[in-house]
């Protein structure tokens, strides 16, 4: 049992250029997450799938989009990089979409944009 | 906006003190909390939660204190160990009271350092 897993690991872009955050679980959880941590700061929440199939904005979606591709998989998309977006991405499950939320983070992408 | 913040950005304690890490809350309607550690270079791990039909709640070493008349809460850790350097968030479902809410919000974090 994995847990949560993220792929890659570390990435530097180009302004401009484009990429795909991987996230898998295999908890068989409803929820997936996309969180941004920037230095010092807590998670803010990019975008959020309650059931597969359904996709939300969080606090922060400008500039990234995702894709619930099935109940173990989230993506998540920059498709023209900038260097505000420069953060370490965590993606994380939870069994419910009810006050029981916990929620189980991955190890985290940690992306440069130059 | 959203409800959950934290007092202060850092904690230094002596190893085998208790340590406290407080959370202030503003939304009346705020009824679940939890507490998250994270680990440098890790992503963050669910330590412990509340109700707000409770006032305490502990753990294994850790205790969270809820006092809904002054909107505020605390992480409690006894006998604080070198492996509790983390930076501790509380977090809360948000919109908050709401029983499908999806998704955390979480507040800013305090790093807990501890000396030899």
């Known amino acids: 049992n994995a847990g949560v897993t993220q792929t890659p690991k570390f990435q530097v872009l180009k302004t401009g250029q484009s990429m795909t955050l991987q996230c898998a679980q295999d908890?068989?959880?409803?929820?997936m997450y996309w969180y941004r941590q920037d230095p010092g700061m807590g998670l803010r929440l990019i975008y959020y799938?309650?059931?597969?199939?359904?996709?939300d904005k969080g606090e922060v979606p400008n500039g990234y989009n995702v894709s619930r591709l099935n109940k173990r998989e989230f993506s998540l998309r920059l498709e023209s990089a900038a260097p505000s977006q420069t953060s370490v991405y965590f993606c994380?499950?939870?069994?419910?979409?009810?006050?029981?939320?916990?929620?189980?983070f991955g190890p985290g992408t940690r992306l440069t944009v130059l | 906006g959203e409800s959950v913040g934290l007092h202060l950005p850092t904690l230094s304690v002596q190893e085998g003190d208790n340590s406290i890490i407080n959370c202030a809350y503003s939304n009346s309607a705020s009824d679940y909390f939890i507490w998250y550690k994270q680990e440098s270079g890790k992503g963050p791990q669910f330590i412990i939660d509340i109700r707000s039909n409770m006032d305490k709640r502990q753990g294994q070493r850790v205790t969270v204190l809820l006092n809904k008349t002054v909107k505020h809460l605390s992480l409690q850790i006894a006998a604080t160990q070198p492996g509790d350097s983390a930076v501790y968030f509380c977090?809360?479902?948000?919109?908050?009271?709401?029983?499908?809410?999806?998704?955390?919000?979480f507040g800013s974090g305090t790093r807990l350092s501890i000396r030899p």
């Open positions: 799938s309650a059931s597969e199939g359904t996709t």
């Open positions: 994380a499950s939870g069994a419910t979409s009810g006050k029981n939320n916990e929620q189980f």
């Open positions: 977090a809360e479902p948000w919109p908050p009271g709401y029983s499908s809410a999806s998704k955390i919000i």
């Open positions: 908890m068989n959880h409803n929820s």
